[in-house]
């Protein structure tokens, strides 16, 4: 089970930390990633991250802004966002698999949280 946490409506240019904590089979969660959906937009990746090494992958508009981190004590994996803009607005979700893989595709995550809203205000 994955649970999504952090999201709010916040101004353009602040920062916001997302969480997500596994809980039930997380030995089965490999790998964890950041995906976003925005209203009538694909779901895209945002960031991804091992559980074991902390090996980190970002989609190419996130770098730089955005962090992906992991507490393997806590089973939490955290988003970290930064210099926040309008278009950054979406629902965002945490997923799991059962592969060392950063994939890209979310279709390749058998798990996935509840999403968790950020409204990113002009």
């Known amino acids: 089970q994955l649970q999504a946490s952090g999201g709010g409506l916040v101004q353009a240019g602040d920062s916001l930390k997302l969480s997500c904590a596994a809980s039930g089979r997380t030995l089965s969660y490999y790998v964890m990633g950041w995906f976003r959906q925005a209203p009538g937009e694909e779901r895209e990746f945002v960031a991804g991250?091992?559980?074991?090494?902390?090996?980190?992958a970002y989609a190419d508009s996130m770098k730089g802004r955005f962090t992906i981190s992991r507490d393997n004590a806590k089973n939490t994996v955290y988003l970290q966002m930064s210099i926040l803009k309008p278009e950054d607005t979406a629902v965002y979700y945490c997923?799991?698999?059962?592969?060392?893989?950063?994939?890209?595709?979310?279709?390749?995550?058998?798990?996935w949280g509840q999403g968790t809203q950020v409204t990113v205000s002009s």
């Open positions: 997923a799991a698999r059962t592969s060392y893989v950063i994939d890209y595709d979310g279709r390749k995550y058998g798990y």
């Open positions: 991250i091992t559980w074991s090494t902390g090996r980190t």
